[in-house]
């Protein structure tokens, strides 16, 4: 079965300490992987994407994931938190079945000053 | 370029009404996607749509159903509310059924009273 874990449903970080936020997968094939954050009462941003090439993925305000193939895992790291990194966090996969997303349940993150 | 677009973005319906949702892609984009957001199950997959066509539908009753017009605008209907109904529901629009990333509308944040 298609899934996405995201182990922690809480993350707290001190502003200016590295962040990580975990998500595994699991999906036949090679995985198109993607980080999407949420701030209240908000859709969707998009974050980065790992679709192919390079495992470490750069993508928009400082964020950065690694993707690995044996651990099957794309955790989303930023190197030095800021207080209005503070929202929802939640990866997804796109299902072998055409066009369709799957969740992680989400991962809340706050960072404290 | 402009984003994804929904209307309306709040909404509040009596049970057993019924209710249209409204989703425009991104201009080029011929994917649009739906989504149900619930603090108790999530962000669940409802249905895709590509070239006016369904491709994909999600484990919801016959209730929820949707259409996609020729200009890819996208709307999904929901009739005999209930209660349970009451959620964020969000639209993604993609240019090649996700295959290069997806983009969310705001929501439209429905009510059932």
């Known amino acids: 079965a298609q899934s996405v874990a995201q182990p922690e449903d809480q993350v707290n970080v001190a502003e200016g300490n590295p962040l990580t936020v975990k998500c595994t997968y699991s999906?036949?094939?090679?995985?198109?992987l993607f980080w999407y954050v949420q701030y209240p009462n908000r859709g969707l941003q998009f974050l980065l994407k790992?679709?192919?090439?390079?495992?470490l993925v750069k993508g928009s305000y400082g964020f950065e994931a690694e993707f690995n193939k044996s651990q099957t895992s794309f955790h989303l790291k930023k190197p030095s938190a800021l207080v209005s990194d503070s929202a929802l966090y939640f990866c997804?996969?796109?299902?072998?079945?055409?066009?369709?997303?799957?969740f992680g349940q989400g991962t809340e993150l706050s960072v404290k000053p | 370029k402009a984003g994804v677009t929904q209307t309306p973005r709040y909404l509040i319906k009596t049970r057993g009404q019924q209710v249209t949702l409204s989703c425009s892609p991104i201009?080029?984009?011929?994917?649009v996607s739906w989504y149900q957001q619930t603090p108790g199950q999530g962000l669940q997959f409802l249905f895709e749509?590509?070239?006016?066509?369904?491709?994909n539908k999600g484990n919801f009753p016959g209730r929820f159903s949707g259409r996609q017009f020729s200009n890819s605008r996208s709307e999904m209907n929901v009739s005999t509310l209930e209660l349970g109904d009451s959620a964020l529901y969000l639209c993604?629009?993609?240019?090649?059924?996700?295959?290069?990333?997806?983009?969310f509308g705001s929501g439209t944040r429905l009510t059932v009273v």
């Open positions: 993604a629009s993609s240019l090649e059924r996700g295959t290069n990333g997806y983009t």
């Open positions: 999906v036949s094939g090679n995985p198109y």
């Open positions: 790992y679709i192919t090439g390079d495992n």
């Open positions: 997804a996969v796109r299902s072998n079945q055409g066009g369709k997303l799957i």
């Open positions: 201009s080029g984009h011929r994917s």
């Open positions: 749509y590509f070239s006016e066509t369904q491709r």
